[in-house]
Structures are given as C-alpha cells and as structure tokens.
C-alpha cells in the first residue's frame, strides 16, 4: 500500500502538465464567472449571485432542491441542516455565506485573486 503511495507521488512530479496546473486553470475560469465587473475582486454580491444560478445549474431535475448527485460531493450531510435529504436554496445560501467567510480572509467583504487562490476547492 505505502509503495503504491510513493510511487504514484514520483510519477506526479515527472508529469510535465500536472492536474494542479489543469486545477488552476480551471479556478481561474470560475473565477472570472463571478467576478462580473472583471475587476478582479468577487464582492460578496457577486459570489451570492452566482450561487444562485450555480444552485439552478445543478439542480438538474428543477426540482427546486438538490440531492445528494445534484449536489455532488461529500459536504451533502453538513449542509442538509435539516436532515430532509435535500439541500434547498435556503441551505444552499448559508453554505455560500459560510464559503464566503472562508474565502474573505481579512474579511473586507470581497475575495481578491490571492484570498481565491489560496481556497482549496476540495475543503467545500
Ligand atoms: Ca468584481
Ligand atoms: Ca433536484
Ligand atoms: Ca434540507
Ligand atoms: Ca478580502
């Protein structure tokens, strides 16, 4: 198991175009989604704004909700705050909100290029 581990760290460093790079490429894309005045802050109503077209984005079904494959990842239990087994908008923005604080470090109210590259989207 230990040998599968390190081999698999080595072959990451020879690659030459490595998945981080993809990733920030990726976060770059999304970032220049929300920030809709292109002045490179996301103000908190921007980032509230596209959580709300984000929310109709996944909700696949338009069933107003998301289940757990709409919603796509581990977090589905920490964010159905009331156990229904549906994430519903109001669920939905006190996670934005939440993700918001995460982001904001030095909570000025809106996340410069440096606060949005050192969120690591895996922690939602
Ligand atoms: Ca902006
Ligand atoms: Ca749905
Ligand atoms: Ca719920
Ligand atoms: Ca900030």
Known sequence: MK???ISAALLAMFLPCSAADEEAE?????RN????????EITHKE???HAVRWFGVKDGDKS???DIDEFGHGAFEKWDADKSDRVDPEEWEAMREAHFKVYDEDEDGSISKKEWKNFDPKRE
Do not use: R, S
Request: no cysteine.
């Open 33 to 40: 989604a929300i920030d809709k005045d292109k002045d490179g």
């Open 26 to 30: 990726q976060l770059e894309k999304i």
């Open 47 to 49: 980032f509230m704004t």
């Open 3 to 5: 040998k599968t581990l």
């Open 64 to 66: 107003g909700d998301l």
